[in-house]
């Protein structure tokens, strides 16, 4: 995936900035973006922004951009970011997206188009993009999505003996996971951590919640629930 990123990238030259709509299906899509910034060379710049830390407004975005830049402005315009963007080639990333719903329109439409040539916007989340970024006129044919499915068994086991796990332990660990790169992780550890865990049954994913919650107190679970229905917990 992250070659095709870097080769759609390269073959681009027809908008100001290409948007690559990465489909975080699965848990994965923020560490494939990451190692995507990590394996940038000079002069290739990354820049990072997480929507869950982002204002969902014009002006929210502005000024996270405007930090992760670097500039001395505490609310930068428009021109300004794409000044200080236009100093070198530049990976912009925007994690987590789905958070940022309220700024697709206006991202598609005011942002992103005033961005320089040597820019390329990365939005990886967990929605599919909006039609709009396949029929809004300027856009047609210069989107393109990412999905990420779950691991192959083959790939999910080969992972799990890299982590060290033997063969019954990777056995139990993708029964539980079922190829979601993160799940797959977390059992890695919790068999690392506790062997003896390997020898119950692993909780199947649609059960998790439930057998989680299922340990808590009602005090709890009753905070969780409350927690759960706000955007942004502080």
Request: one cysteine or more; aromatic letters at 4%; proline letters at 7%.
């Amino acid at each position: 995936a992250c070659r095709a990123i870097r080769c759609s990238w390269s073959q681009s030259s027809r908008f100001p900035s290409t948007v690559i709509s990465e489909l975080g299906v699965v848990i994965g899509k923020s560490h494939l973006v990451r190692r995507l910034l990590d394996r940038l060379r000079p002069p290739l710049c990354g820049v990072y922004l997480d929507g869950r830390d982002v204002e969902p407004t014009p002006r929210g975005l502005r000024r996270a951009l405007g930090r992760a830049l670097g500039l001395s402005q505490a609310e930068p315009d428009v021109a300004a970011l794409a000044r200080a963007l236009a100093r070198q080639p530049a990976v912009l990333v925007i994690d987590t997206y789905e958070a940022l719903g309220l700024l697709d329109a206006w991202l598609r439409t005011q942002f992103l188009p005033v961005l320089p040539a040597t820019t390329l916007t990365v939005l990886a989340g967990r929605d599919r993009p909006a039609i709009a970024w396949h029929t809004t006129a300027g856009w047609q044919g210069l989107v393109a999505e990412f999905p990420l499915a779950a691991l192959s068994e083959h790939d999910a086991d080969h992972l799990l003996r890299l982590r060290g796990l033997d063969e019954r332990q990777a056995r139990w660990a993708g029964e539980f996971a079922h190829g979601h790169p993160l799940a797959l992780e977390l059992a890695a550890a919790a068999a690392r951590a506790d062997p003896p865990c390997t020898a119950a049954a692993p909780v199947a994913p649609v059960g998790l919640l439930e057998a989680l919650l299922g340990r808590l107190s009602p005090q709890t679970v009753t905070t969780v629930e409350a927690a759960s229905t706000v955007r942004r917990i502080t």
